[in-house]
């Protein structure tokens, strides 16, 4: 008895638990994957290769035990000294994110389309306020963009060279460029909102900026506060970075250290640095879980 045609063979992809387009999505990712190692130069054997091994021992040799001696950790004077520079690359992070969110408010209510030219607080709009409301949203999210697509480095860069060497220029670099960052998620924040709430808050006799105060942002604020806190750990991680072009912080002495090749003292900053950043974790963490 001749048996029956029964179409092409999925047996293999099915027993993988895959379709066909899963597999080809996954297929296609290896691939682009395999290409973006290749442009990168990925090279796992050159991190044990004789030279990157001398270079390992070195380190482990003359960074073991990390420096810390009274000169080093405190300094001479006050404002001076590893632990001071640590004490300064989390002031820097605190006030910076601070302006950054006195940044991304007004500019997030503005990047937001709910609020400026779309859904139920705009149904009876003239089509010239509705124009001027799209204009606002497309400057707003234009300026957002900016902020965010140069790094943090580079603001900090642009402003020592502006007002000097210091902790105040890494604060405005993270201030700016988080401003960037923290607004976009809020205006996206605010799009995602239940619009019968606006619309029953705006139906009530509230104005826009009422129903958007008191229908939007409150469905919204724990999120927002959740994810500025996120935000703010990450800025301590960039603070500590921007010591690199002179905007303070501890990132001074990693720099000073590495370039000098005392090994010694940048096992102490590093350490510093990683206490910094667990302790942030975990206060972020405690303030999250209360407003939650």
């Not at 029956?4 to 293999?12: L, M």
């Not at 973006?36 to 073991?64: H, T």
């Not at 006030?95 to 149904?123: D, F, I």
């Not at 405005?172 to 960052?181: P, Q």
Request: some cysteine; hydrophobic content about 50%; charged content about 15%.
């Amino acid at each position: 008895m001749s048996e029956k045609y029964s179409g092409p063979d999925t047996a293999r992809p099915a027993a993988l638990g895959l379709s066909k387009r899963q597999l080809t999505t996954l297929l296609g990712g290896c691939v682009i994957l395999a290409g973006a190692a290749w442009i990168a130069e990925v090279d796992p054997i050159a991190l044990f290769a004789a030279g990157a091994r001398e270079q390992i021992v070195a380190f482990v040799a003359e960074g073991v035990p990390p420096e810390s001696s009274r000169e080093y950790l405190l300094g001479r004077r006050l404002r001076d000294g590893l632990l001071w520079a640590v004490v300064e690359t989390l002031a820097i992070s605190v006030v910076g994110t601070t302006l950054a969110v006195a940044l991304a408010v007004p500019l997030g209510l503005t990047s937001a389309a709910t609020v400026t030219h779309r859904g139920p607080l705009y149904r009876n709009a003239a089509a010239g306020r509705i124009a001027v409301g799209r204009g606002l949203y497309h400057l707003s999210r234009t300026v957002l963009s900016f902020l965010r697509s140069v790094p943090g480095i580079v603001w900090g860069f642009l402003f020592v060279t502006a007002i000097g060497l210091g902790p105040f220029a890494g604060v405005l670099a993270l201030a700016v460029h988080n401003a960037g960052v923290l607004g976009k998620l809020y205006a996206d924040f605010l799009e995602d909102t239940d619009p019968m709430t606006t619309e029953a808050v705006a139906g009530s006799g509230a104005t826009r900026l009422q129903a958007v105060c008191h229908g939007m942002v409150p469905q919204v604020t724990p999120t927002i506060a959740s994810y500025t806190l996120y935000r703010w750990e990450c800025t301590i991680r960039s603070a500590a970075i921007l010591g690199f072009v002179g905007a303070g912080g501890v990132g001074y002495y990693l720099v000073i250290t590495i370039q000098r090749l005392q090994y010694g003292k940048l096992s102490t900053a590093i350490v510093a640095v990683f206490v910094l950043v667990v302790t942030s974790d975990w206060l972020g963490s405690r303030l999250r879980t209360r407003l939650g």
